[in-house]
T-cell receptor
Framework: AQSVTQLDSHVSVSEGTPVLLRCNYS??????LFWYVQHPNKGLQLLLK??????LVKGINGFEAEFKKSETSFHLTKPSAHMSDAAEYFC??????????????FGKGTKLSVKP | ETGVTQSPTHLIKTRGQQVTLRCSSQ?????VSWYQQALGQGPQFIFQ???????GRGNFPPRFSGLQFPNYSSELNVNALELDDSALYLC?????????????FGPGTRLLVL
């Protein structure tokens, strides 16, 4: 069965410094992996996704993630944090379930705080 | 904005009542998935509808049921509400039910059960 572990429940950075949000996954299949962001009282917005093409995936707002099969990791990074990046971030694996089922399995989330 | 809309935005019910939540999918999408997000948790998959048929279900009891209509909009029905059903309910639409398809989320319906 697929699962996702977000290694930090809370990350705090200063504005202008790099961001690293860590995610490990477990999957019996070649996984599809996503990062979503949720701002307070808002729905979920897709940042980026990996579906077995390039291992370095670029997303919106300067975020990127690298798929490392040997480490079963999909960490999210950004070179320079902005105040508007403060939000909850979810690492997500898609459950292949034999190829037809596409429900998403979410990690517990990492809350990113950005200090001025 | 994703083009996925949900109604109502907020709802208060009492234990034992029934509730219906609605979702309109993004134009061109034929698949709707529903998720429950309890406070401080990640969303949990309830079920998915693909072309009006249920296409997978998570670990939720039968009192959680759904429908998808010919225009691909969807309803989530919850009977015999319990206090633990208080949560943000999110729907997501996609083109097809495959694992690689991106799901686009609506803003959610926040349900409070008293």
């Amino acid at each position: 069965a697929q699962s996702v572990t977000q290694l930090d429940s809370h990350v705090s950075v200063s504005e202008g410094t790099p961001v690293l949000l860590r995610c490990n996954y477990s999957s019996s299949y070649s996984p599809s992996l996503f990062w979503y962001v949720q701002h307070p009282n808002k729905g979920l917005q897709l940042l980026l996704k990996y579906t077995s093409a390039a291992t370095l995936v670029k997303g919106i707002n300067g975020f990127e993630a690298e798929f490392k099969k040997s480490e079963t990791s999909f960490h999210l990074t950004k070179p320079s944090a902005h105040m508007s990046d403060a939000a909850e971030y979810f690492c997500v694996v898609s459950d292949h379930g034999g190829g037809s089922q596409g429900n998403l399995i979410f990690g517990k989330g990492t809350k990113l705080s950005v200090k001025p | 904005e994703t083009g996925v809309t949900q109604s109502p935005t907020h709802l208060i019910k009492t234990r034992g009542q029934q509730v219906t939540l609605r979702c309109s999918s993004q134009s061109g999408h034929n698949t709707v998935s529903w998720y429950q997000q309890a406070l401080g948790q990640g969303p949990q998959f309830i079920f998915q509808y693909y072309r009006e048929e249920e296409n997978g279900r998570g670990n939720f009891p039968p009192r959680f049921s759904g429908l998808q209509f010919p225009n691909y909009s969807s309803e989530l029905n919850v009977n015999a509400l319990e206090l633990d059903d208080s949560a943000l309910y999110l729907c997501a639409s996609s083109l097809g039910g495959l694992a690689k398809e991106t799901q686009y989320f609506g803003p959610g319906t926040r349900l409070l059960v008293l």
